[in-house]
């Protein structure tokens, strides 16, 4: 197996599978790529139910991340859930040291779609400094609007992508349901649109596909606009998969 073919997702475990670490490295296979994965947090939870979530000390994560490194070359990993921003950027400082080149994608998980809150934003320095060392951060509207309940999403969307890509997922609009949006390089808006003509069903963990979908396009060095496009794709395929809460992932051949 080369080198390229690892990918990292760094995450919670969702016993249903639909979301996590689980879910990622699913859609990690799906896009021909050996996913590694490391723990943050234990949820008690299944595709309609959060009841708890026992978080994993930073400690521990970071031996995790570290013993990866000492045996795989990792280019790209994608972030689900971490206890607070701090953790987060420590995690990342530390992804930094050990590959001063690899991309990451944030998916910055606030709130479960089964309702349980993690955590609101409350240190703005940890967050900037967490951004300006993202490649992509991928929050839906909802999130948008809970970074900063004061502001609006336009200015949001413009603090954010001053300081990284931003892939705004679209599911939760009250307009233009489904439509996607990226801003990359600050100034550049890409607009994707709904791709597949196939009914889109509510998922579970729909979220943590889109980002690690990302970040598997992201490591096989496609021009952007096509890598954001792809993700939009796969994305949408997960979402047509059948009419549960569960998707199911449709595995590519190269």
């Known amino acids: 197996m080369s080198q390229k073919n690892y990918i990292l997702t760094i995450a919670g475990l969702d016993p249903s599978s639909g979301a996590g670490i689980t879910s990622d490295i699913k859609t990690f296979e799906a896009h021909n790529l050996y996913g590694l994965s490391v723990c943050t947090a234990v949820t008690v939870q299944n595709d309609i139910e959060f009841t708890d979530c026992i978080w994993i000390k930073k400690k521990v994560i970071l031996s995790q991340v570290k013993q990866l490194f000492r045996r795989f070359s990792i280019p790209v990993v994608k972030i689900g859930i971490i206890q607070s921003w701090k953790t987060l950027l420590e995690v990342i400082l530390t992804l930094k040291k050990m590959n001063p080149n690899i991309k990451i994608v944030l998916d910055p998980i606030l709130k479960a779609s089964t309702g349980f809150t993690f955590h609101t ?105 096509d890598a954001c496009r792809n993700t939009k794709f796969y994305t949408e395929q997960f979402l047509s998969s059948n009419e549960s809460l569960l998707g199911t992932h449709n595995y590519q051949n190269e």
């Open 121 to 225: 934003l409350k240190d703005l320095e940890t967050f900037e400094k967490v951004l300006q060392n993202c490649n992509f951060i991928t929050p839906n509207y909802d999130e948008i609007k809970a970074l900063f309940p004061d502001k609006s999403i336009e200015q949001t969307i413009e603090f954010i992508a001053e300081r990284t890509n931003v892939y705004l997922k679209g599911g939760h609009r009250t307009d233009k349901k489904g439509w996607d949006e990226v801003y990359c390089s600050k100034i550049v808006k890409l607009n994707i649109p709904p791709i597949t003509t196939n009914p889109i069903f509510e998922k579970h963990g729909s979220g943590c596909v889109l980002s690690s979908a990302l970040a598997a396009n992201l490591l096989k060095e496609l021009p952007l606009e």
